[in-house]
DNA sequence: AGAGATCTTTGCGCCAACGCAAATAGGAGA
DNA sequence: TCTCCTATTTGCGTTGGCGCAAAGATCTCT
């Protein structure tokens, strides 16, 4: 594991508006963990004992269905917080945590968070925003697969991705970890072959790019009308 | 508008825990809204001003997809809070609140709910709880929603229902306000049509029963098969 | 009791997406 | 450079569930 750049911590959404000390108290008493590309911070049904910030790297959350299915429910970039959700009030980890690529992530254990909450109230405030974030973009996903087909759910989650992890190059947006249709595929709540199908489309018209387990982003544009309108034309 | 059973507040899930002054001071700054059947608390993208705690009624959470379509995102029992997540960084509501009977609500304004987890931490505590557990729920549909089909999810949706909502009597377990075919499609993502066809099969075989707007759940030991294994036999 | 509105059931055709299968392509390691 | 392994593409048959449409049911209001 090579030298990774460092995020700074302060601006993590978490410490917004929270002074240096406090931040640094907090710092004081994290533990650091760094995982190798394909190992994970916790698995699903693991007791939930921890609370993450994630430093470097890059993180999916994923459910598993009873007969094998997977379902990415969130990708975790940089300065964001992942697996705490069940610290507060729950027992197990809602979905596995593995990293797309080599990943160093801050922890806190279960007791230490509660007191720093307790602690700092404007740290809960800061929570209880992200939090909402998240139950809000949860929602969103949910309206989405219930009433969207997937052209345009793929659509959608290449903007997020893009938004959250792209990397403006002068070739277009690329996204900074390695992305495969399969996990395309389990992001969009569709198959493989579906997602294969629609990409090797839109590469041919231009919109997308990239090889094997790389996503580039020709023209966002168009593919904002995808994710909107009704498309125009297949 | 009759006298309708009112909610021990002391027993809300945001209160547990605290002592009881903070939440008197709570109480008295408190506003009360009663809407009735069919009106609602507030709408999708009203400006996201207030948080609410409901009393007594029932009380859906849907989102509007742009081409009509509705989804139900959330349905909510007396003791639960609701449209509050965007009161902590969002600036309109995630979706509209909508009486599905008639219904009266704790209303607090966007800058006293804050000033009151500042001043009272284990609130803050409580609230991120509540937060992870309806995040948990809205990522378990997300996986429902994209890997199972819609007998499964009706049958996972009838529990849940009967669970927050279901009332025990001679007959079965009875869901507490009015429930049509229309809002279990919207529920369970799937059509109208879709989910009337399942239902009355299952009530041929006696697994469900009621007429319009009414839900009798029959035999949940054989919902809660359907719901998990696979389907014996149609 | 009758009229109208709303909710529910059911039939039928169709299509988006799945599932299976087999071919192709790109990378990693020896 | 060759081999193995994993990722991707593409064809083809199948199907769950949608969409349209029309016929009952049940409730409400006059």
Redesign the interface.
């Known amino acids: 594991m090579a030298n990774i750049p460092k995020f700074d911590l302060r601006n993590a959404t978490l410490f917004a508006g929270i002074n240096g000390c406090a931040i640094a108290d907090l710092l004081a008493v994290a533990q650091y963990k760094a995982i190798l590309y394909g190992s994970v911070f916790f698995h699903e049904e693991d007791p939930a004992s921890s609370c993450h910030l994630l430093i470097s790297g890059h993180v999916k959350l994923v459910?598993h269905?009873f007969d094998g299915?997977q379902?990415v429910?969130r990708f975790v970039a940089p300065g964001q917080m992942f697996g705490?959700?069940?610290?507060?009030?729950?027992r197990h980890y809602?979905?596995s945590a593995e990293a797309m690529t080599d990943s160093v992530a801050l922890v806190w254990d279960n007791q230490t968070i509660?007191r720093a909450?307790?602690?700092h109230?404007?740290l809960?405030?800061n929570?209880?925003?992200?939090?909402?974030?998240?139950?809000?973009e949860?929602?969103?996903?949910?309206?989405e697969?219930?009433?969207e087909r997937v052209e345009r759910r793929l659509a959608r989650a290449l903007l997020r991705l893009a938004e959250q992890s792209g990397v403006v190059t002068a070739e277009g947006t690329e996204i900074a970890f390695p992305v495969s249709r399969q996990i395309l595929a389990d992001t969009?709540?569709a198959t493989l072959h579906t997602i294969s199908r629609i990409l090797s489309n839109w590469d041919q018209r231009g919109l997308t790019g990239g090889g094997r387990q790389k996503l580039l982003l020709l023209r966002l544009d168009q593919i904002k009308d995808l994710a909107e309108s009704d498309d125009a034309a297949s």
Chains 1, 2 share one sequence.
């Open positions: 459910q269905n299915a379902v429910v705490w959700a069940s610290v507060m009030g729950g809602p979905a509660r909450v307790l602690a109230p404007a809960a405030l929570a209880l925003g992200i939090m909402g974030g998240r139950l809000r949860a929602e969103d996903r949910l309206r697969l219930a009433t969009t709540g």
